[in-house]
């Protein structure tokens, strides 16, 4: 069965600063895999996904994404936190057309 | 375009109560998802619809449980006989066809809370 850990569940960072966010899955096949950012209250905004090809990928807000297969990894990552990045972070792999299997989530404070 | 919009975003019902919610996708999306969210947890799976025909559906989702989506449009979830452990975030989302099986747009949810 498909599984996603997040193992860190809350992290700070201070404005400006660089941020990564890790990432492992267990997955048999190729896993097409998923970042998505939730505010308080509100529901899931998608920010990046990885479903072929080049292993570096570019999502919005100026996130960026690295699956590595050896690893089981898709680290999440900014070079420059904003304030408004403050946030839950959630980690996910899945089948085309069927469900995402989530990790647990990473709440995200940014300290001024 | 108004995004996936559920309905009603806070419901607070007694313990034994029925509840129903309402997710009205994304017009011209023929997937939709129904996950749980627990506090401090991420969404877990319930079941997903594509058109009127519901294909899939998680063992969370007990025989309490049932939702459905007449014409392929709107979906409702009800729960019969709630339970504290239903106390949730129900979440909503829709998907397009050809979307490469994802596209996810997700609704702002309902948040149950059963006392």
């Known amino acids: 069965a498909q599984s996603v850990t997040q193992p860190d569940i809350h992290i700070t960072v201070s404005e400006g600063a660089s941020l990564e966010l890790r990432c492992n899955y267990s997955y048999g096949a190729t896993p097409y895999l998923f970042w998505y950012v939730q505010s308080p209250g509100q529901g899931l905004q998608l920010l990046l996904k990885y479903f072929s090809g080049d292993t570096l990928v570019q999502g919005i807000k100026g996130f960026e994404a690295e699956f590595k297969r050896s690893q089981s990894s898709f680290n999440l990552r900014k070079p420059s936190v904003h304030w408004s990045d403050a946030a839950e972070y959630f980690c996910?792999?899945?089948?085309?057309?069927?469900?995402?299997?989530f990790g647990g989530g990473t709440r995200l404070m940014v300290k001024p | 375009d108004t995004g996936v919009s559920q309905n009603p975003r806070h419901k607070i019902t007694k313990r034994g109560q029925n509840v129903t919610f309402r997710c009205d996708p994304i017009s011209e999306h023929n997937r939709l998802y129904w996950y749980r969210q627990t506090l401090g947890q991420g969404p877990e799976f319930l079941t997903y619809?594509?058109?009127?025909?519901?294909?899939?559906k998680s063992r969370l989702l007990s025989d309490r449980f049932s939702a459905e989506r007449p014409k392929g449009s709107f979906s409702t979830l009800e729960i019969q006989r709630t339970e504290q452990g239903d106390s949730a975030m129900y979440l909503c989302?829709?998907?397009?066809?050809?979307?490469?099986?994802?596209?996810?747009?997700f609704g702002s949810g309902t948040r149950l809370t059963v006392v």
């Open positions: 619809f594509q058109n009127e025909a519901q294909l899939e």
């Open positions: 989302a829709s998907s397009a066809p050809g979307a490469g099986g994802y596209g996810y747009t």
């Open positions: 996910a792999v899945g089948q085309a057309g069927n469900m995402l299997t």
